[in-house]
DNA sequence: TTACCGGATATTGTATACATGTAGTGTCCA
DNA sequence: TGGACACTACATGTATACAATATCCGGTAA
């Protein structure tokens, strides 16, 4: 899972921060447990110095917490927190789509939109959705949320949407692969691109208090997904970083 | 303005922290330039090891980009950079007094709020005001958008709206001081309390939209007053941090 | 005169040794 | 038997030494 010798040209830090951004999010790391920065150490190869900057940053990526006394614990989340954080991100990107609208969008800015939304009718296109093209489509979706975020062409909002979108289960891509194996898969995936298309509609008109609601709205559409996830109790290995929420009881 | 030997208690990287970030806001560091590591050991007196550890947390703050060959340099910002940050500390104040709202907040919750608000009131009565009165506002008005942040109930918003506010001109209070000299002074703090006093009585009454949508305009405040300062180009003295907007001219 | 190449210098990335503080455990006393 | 204190062990915070790499300057050739 964690490339090892691999890449020698990243640096250790990053290494040490992409190997054990996986072990938390995997579960390997149990949340509300204190990570030793010597096992770490053992299970990244980097020396302390960069296991340390690594863990830094992923405290600041939301995954891991401070400890009062020193060092850091992997993070828990409640159902409402998560929940939160997927309302919060829906917040972000209808604020860009907002900006999206009211700067102006030119046909030229518009016109890879465009073609990813095609790409994607492509894909849901299909019945009954392969897994692989539930892949795609996931690809294809990330591809389109990040070029929205970009419309806004302001980096204080896509760095504050690109934070908020770090944590696997606020991503926009994060419940698509969950409900895959659900009965009326196509039809959800059919309605997240409609409401795609008339954002990019709405921007295109200048549209900015619709722009703004459809995409709040879009994200509620993951909101619902994690509802059926949590109620079924069933793919939690499909969203790697399910395993830090917290349930009910307890 | 940097504690050197004191406080004690707190880590080299606190110390590093506070001391950098100061030399970067005051303008001592100037914006686009790289950081040298040597040089802020030499200046902070940490170490190397507490001086990058306070590096990496700058640039997670947003006052410092990193440089992709290796190190940080100052960010500057554009105008319309701040003018974004602005609304998107107010977006997310507004998704925070949302939830409130919809939560809903018991009299014992709203009640510290009442009293800040009464306390305010207290500031805002004399006039004209003094230097010291604005001070005294500056400390409530940041207390009471705490608050207001805090009674969403919603540790993943919390922790971006303090995100959002980490830079000085995108703060709620950023601005205030700026315009203490100015001869409408008191009107504009009469206009922000007046909202102050809309959005808890929206809370009260569960009115969700409605909250959001003060809270947002509350910001705008803060984007006029920024207008203003840079038309004047004055008492770019009264908010550290100003020093790292770049003007039209390049 | 300009562009390109090569070396010297300086700066960052990494590893490790040391110091300090915390947590856990065991024993002793009430 | 329960609690408190002290001691031990370990984990983190800090400092520094070393290695690799980028930058800058000077020289040479086109």
Redesign the interface.
């Known amino acids: 899972m964690a490339e090892r010798e691999s890449d020698r040209s990243v640096s250790q830090t990053v290494r040490a921060q992409l190997s054990l951004r996986d072990l938390i999010l995997s579960g390997d790391l149990r949340p509300g447990e204190r990570i030793s920065e010597l096992q770490a150490v053992e299970t990244t190869g980097a020396s302390r110095?960069p296991v340390?900057?690594a863990l830094?940053?992923l405290e600041?990526e939301?995954l891991l917490e401070a400890i009062p006394s020193g060092g850091f614990m992997v993070k828990t989340?409640s159902e409402?927190?998560v929940m939160?954080?997927i309302?919060?991100r829906g917040?972000?990107e209808g604020?860009a789509a907002r900006?999206a609208a009211e700067r102006g969008a030119s046909s030229r800015d518009l016109e890879p939109l465009k073609r990813c939304l095609d790409e994607i009718d492509g894909v849901v296109r299909q019945d009954p959705i392969s897994v692989d093209a539930f892949s795609s489509y996931v690809a294809l979706n990330a591809r389109l949320h990040a070029m929205l975020t970009e419309l806004s062409r302001?980096?204080?909002?896509i760095?504050?949407v690109d934070?908020?979108s770090a944590l696997p289960f606020a991503s926009p891509s994060g419940f698509v692969m969950t409900q895959s194996t659900l009965p009326d898969a196509r039809d959800t995936l059919m309605i997240a691109q409609d409401q795609h298309r008339v954002v990019i509609d709405a921007i295109e008109n200048r549209e900015g208090a619709r722009a703004e609601a459809i995409m709040r709205e879009h994200a509620r559409v993951a909101a619902r997904n994690l509802r059926l996830v949590l109620q079924n109790k069933t793919h939690f290995d499909l969203l790697p970083g399910l395993a830090l929420i917290r349930m009910a009881g307890e």
């Open positions: 110095t340390r900057m830094v940053r600041e939301g989340f409402r927190d939160d954080s309302e919060l917040t972000l604020l900006f302001s980096p204080p909002l760095r504050q934070r908020a």
